[in-house]
């Protein structure tokens, strides 16, 4: 079983800074096998980057992912008061087929 | 645009079997290279993969849970199926159908419902 870890778990930075979030796993993830999903309080996760580094529909462009092999980032380039949420990396692939981080919260000063 | 609405019993007693049904709406649930999914999220933590059945019937499971769980799909009325037998209150969660998409996003997740709380309590 792969397992992915986040870090940090919580993040705190003021609107207009920039974000870093990482996802490291147990072993290596094929690099398009690897997601990240924000979840802001009470709503269902919602898609912002597949394939490691490319962004879903809709999501602005100041989301953007990199990384492979064991290491990937979820960088959010200029943060806004609505990006507040936790944000989880998803792998697929290795048994269980899908599994998914502990997740990072960023807060907003 | 697909929407997906599960749908269920919010309270299970133990031993007993938890049934939820996901309703697609919008499309067609079998167009497209599409798995349906549940996921589930116990409160204050994070998500963890239940299972995910294709429109053939072909399924896959999470194995800590693969004694237990069950999904099947109607085609006919557009929804797919979730059954957890021998609940226990650490099943006490929301639970979330999704849809994957394994030609255009690498079996990202693309498409979620609202969630649903289930708890199990006597």
């Known amino acids: 079983e792969i397992v992915l870890t986040q870090s940090p778990g919580t993040l705190s930075l003021s609107p207009g800074e920039r974000a870093t979030l990482s996802c490291r796993a147990s072993?290596?993830?094929?690099?398009?096998?690897l997601a990240w999903y924000q979840q802001k309080p009470g709503q269902a996760p919602r898609l912002l980057i597949y394939g490691a580094s490319s962004r879903a529909t809709g999501i602005p462009d100041r989301f953007s992912g990199s990384g492979s092999g064991t290491d990937f980032t979820l960088t959010i380039s200029r943060l806004e008061p609505e990006d507040l949420a936790v944000y989880y990396c998803q792998q697929y692939g290795s048994s269980p087929l899908f599994t998914f981080g502990p997740g990072t919260k960023v807060q907003i000063k | 645009q697909v929407q997906l609405q599960e749908s269920g019993p919010g309270l299970v007693k133990p031993s007993q079997t938890l049934s939820l049904t996901c309703t697609v709406s919008?499309?067609?649930?079998?167009?497209?290279?599409?798995?349906w999914n549940w996921i589930r999220q116990p409160a204050g933590k994070g998500l963890e993969w239940i299972g995910r059945i294709y429109t053939s019937g072909s399924t896959n499971y999470n194995p800590s849970l693969k004694n237990r769980v069950s999904i099947s799909v109607d085609t006919s009325k557009n929804h797919f199926s979730l059954r957890l037998s021998s609940v226990t209150a650490a099943d006490t969660a929301m639970y979330y159908c999704?849809?994957?998409?394994?030609?255009?996003?690498?079996?990202?997740?693309?498409?979620w419902g609202q969630g649903t709380t289930v708890t199990v309590s006597s």
């Open positions: 072993q290596s993830v094929a690099r398009s096998y």
């Open positions: 919008g499309g067609s649930i079998t167009s497209g290279y599409y798995y």
């Open positions: 999704a849809r994957d998409d394994f030609r255009s996003l690498y079996y990202a997740m693309d498409v």
